[in-house]
């Protein structure tokens, strides 16, 4: 799982059968820090997320089984809206991120 942000949404009305039904949101990952890491994905939406929230995602099959469609072309899926996120820097060292 990682950490997100969503910064947007997609609307597509055409698309894969298996996808009818589902929100579409452009979630950015994030680093402890709260900076952009990686390039953002489309992602399932399985929690109800608005735009500017913190999430919690996740890719592959798991994003499949979130979504309860193993057999649908899902990626990543949205599966927690965080509430907050607390990190003892002082148990990470430089190496260790």
């Known amino acids: 799982m990682k950490i997100g942000k969503i910064i947007g949404t997609v609307v597509a009305t055409r698309k ?12 950015q990952g994030l680093d402890l820090e709260g900076n ?5 994905v489309i992602a399932v939406d399985t ?4 735009i500017g929230e ?11 089984y979130a979504a309860d ?4 072309p899902i990626d990543a899926a949205v599966v927690g809206i ?8 002082e ?7």
């Open 47 to 50: 929690v109800g997320a608005g």
């Open 54 to 64: 913190l999430v919690i995602f996740t890719t592959g099959t798991a994003a499949r």
């Open 91 to 97: 148990l990470l060292k430089k190496g260790d991120r």
């Open 82 to 89: 965080i509430d907050n996120i607390d990190v003892y820097g």
């Open 16 to 27: 894969d059968e298996r996808l009818t039904g589902h929100k579409l949101m452009i979630t």
């Open 36 to 40: 952009p890491e990686g390039e953002a």
């Open 69 to 72: 469609k193993p057999q649908s």
